[in-house]
């Protein structure tokens, strides 16, 4: 098949992209909910993270021996109506209003976003020329920017009512005291998990009519000597480091992002209203740095970018952790900027030459994403337990980036 007609399976797969970040990019939000709703401190509300991203550790292997065994499509479709059944799921906690439910709802959601990431990654790189693969993928990663800007700018303000009430503060003369308090601000949390999953069966059923191409050994009935998931792929150097680096990435992303609401409001100063609209130019800035990223990749390597993109998050954190405050906040907007192509680039890098073990080595890459399960909550424990040198923290994710920089210096180099 010649690329033009990769134009189809490209655009549908992009649409993935799309609902991811919608998908992650509420958790911020929510986090910031559940302090309310459910009575938690900062660190207790940090696991909102960990519910979600342990799934990513748990089953990217199982899925890619799915879809190894069948196809990237049959993964996409099963993944897609998942994710579905977990927004719905909404409403029943609703009515609970426990904690655990809501982790595990946000279980069940990640679940089958994780069918999704760990097709369309591989299955963007292997649709074209594989030198530009890194640029494909970072043109993809753009509409995650997308979503993520419009979680951050517009859905979040549908969740946040703008009040932050506890038991001691709620005016005497709240219609219908506490208990009503807390049904407003937890059905506010229904209506754009609905909307998400009504999106996410729509796109499935397109899935299910739309033929998309078979790449590499997808659907093929293996043979009992046949591997379904190949770890040889870990004597590949530049494999091995790109899970660690993807490992500390993610963890540093999502150590600022989930905790970017709660910095604003918390020890910035900022009311709901307002921080909401800094984390849609936070969002934004991620964006933008994903487009332009994406055009600069046509003069300068990917590896190159990354470097110089790290090392410059590094000095931003250094900002965060020297200053703090609004200071810290507007650092905190370049850092977005600069996080934008790490990812996709790290993992096209990791993936290069790879093979008949691609599906083996991005099913390790997205187990990688565990870093959210853990890193985000040592920066959490560190802001809860100091809050007078919050901004302390931040040199959690400053560490982060230092292993990305490596990784675009010398540890991209394919070397066996």
């Not at 150097?237 to 604003?264: D, E, M």
């Not at 900002?319 to 934008?340: D, P, T």
């Amino acid at each position: 098949m010649k690329n033009k007609n990769y134009t189809l399976p490209l655009a549908l797969v992009f649409s993935l992209f799309f609902l991811w970040a919608i998908s992650s990019n509420l958790l911020p939000t929510m986090i910031r909910q559940l302090m309310k709703t459910c009575e938690l401190n900062t660190f207790e509300a940090s696991f909102t993270e960990t519910a979600y991203w342990l799934a990513y550790f748990i089953f990217p292997i199982p899925i890619a021996m799915f879809m190894k065994r069948y196809s990237y499509k049959a993964g996409i479709v099963f993944g897609l109506s998942l994710a579905a059944v977990g927004g719905f799921l909404f409403f029943p906690a609703a009515m609970l209003k426990e904690y655990w439910a809501y982790l595990c709802i946000f279980f069940v959601i990640a679940t089958g976003m994780c069918f999704l990431e760990t097709a369309a990654n591989p299955y963007v790189t292997a649709l074209g020329d594989a030198a530009t693969a890194p640029r494909r993928l970072n043109l993809a990663q753009s509409f995650n920017g997308l979503g993520a800007f419009i979680s951050a700018m517009f859905l979040s303000k549908l969740i946040l009512s703008g009040t932050h009430y506890t038991r001691e503060t709620l005016p005497a003369d709240y219609p219908g005291g506490w208990e009503a308090y807390i049904q407003i601000e937890t059905d506010a949390m229904k209506t754009p998990y609905l909307v998400l999953a009504v999106l996410l069966l729509v796109i499935a059923v397109v899935f299910v009519f739309a033929k998309l191409p078979k790449i590499g050994d997808e659907g093929q009935r293996t043979t009992s000597k046949e591997k379904l998931i190949d770890f040889g792929v870990w004597k590949r150097s530049h494999l091995r480091w790109g899970v660690i680096a993807q490992f500390f990435y993610n963890g540093g992303q999502t150590a600022i992002n989930s905790l970017f609401l709660v910095y604003c409001c918390s020890y910035a100063g900022l009311s709901e209203t307002v921080a909401t609209t800094y984390f849609g130019f936070y969002m934004l800035a991620f964006l933008a740095g994903r487009w332009i990223g994406t055009g600069l990749m046509i003069r300068f390597r990917p590896q190159d970018m990354l470097l110089v993109y790290a090392l410059a998050n590094i000095v931003l954190c250094g900002v965060v952790v020297w200053c703090g405050g609004q200071v810290g906040l507007y650092a905190m907007l370049g850092i977005s900027f600069f996080m934008s192509i790490m990812y996709p680039t790290q993992f096209s890098l990791a993936l290069k030459g790879l093979g008949n073990q691609t599906k083996s080595g991005s099913a390790f890459l997205v187990m990688s994403i565990v870093g959210n399960a853990c890193l985000p909550q040592l920066t959490a424990y560190l802001m809860h337990v100091n809050e007078q040198m919050y901004h302390v923290a931040y040199v959690v994710p400053m560490i982060c980036f230092l292993f990305c920089a490596y990784y675009g210096w010398r540890g991209y180099k394919v070397l066996d």
